[in-house]
Nanobody, 125 residues
Framework: QVQLEESGGGLVQAGGSLTLSCGAS????????MGWFRQTPGKEREFVAA????????YYADSVKGRFTISRDNAKHTLVLQMNSLNVEDTAVYYC??????????????????WGQGTQVTVSS
């Protein structure tokens, strides 16, 4: 069992930055892939970014490439999403997720077994 908890969401103006964190407990944190997803009302959960077990491989959705950075600290059991140059289209509930079956980057939400409760990010114009 893996428990995930996101933090760091909030309200920010367009062009601003936010840093989301995800703390993990249970399992062996440094042995599996992790990712960030987001969802807005009435839409499917959308892939944002993924990172391999050791952090050496990352993968981003085209919509956030060059603006968001995913990283992990295996010693601190923490996943981070640094979000820069935010725009109103980035407004969503952001979720971190753990894929215990894979070690490399994964963008399919159905592969992820564990999810956090989500944190709201709102970008105002």
């Amino acid at each position: 069992q893996v428990q995930l908890e996101e933090s760091g969401g909030g309200l920010v103006q367009a062009g601003g930055s936010l840093t989301l964190s995800c703390g993990a407990s249970g399992g062996t944190f440094g042995s599996y892939a992790m990712g960030w997803f987001r969802q807005t009302p009435g839409k499917e959960r959308e892939f944002v970014a993924a990172i391999s077990w050791h952090g050496g491989s990352t993968y981003y959705a085209d919509s956030v490439k060059g603006r968001f950075t995913i990283s992990r600290d295996n010693a601190k059991h923490t996943l981070v999403l640094q979000m820069n140059s935010l725009n109103v289209e980035d407004t969503a509930v952001y979720y971190c997720a753990a894929d215990l079956s894979d070690t490399n980057v994964v963008d399919n939400p159905k592969r992820y077994e564990y999810w956090g409760q989500g944190t709201q990010v709102t970008v105002s114009s």
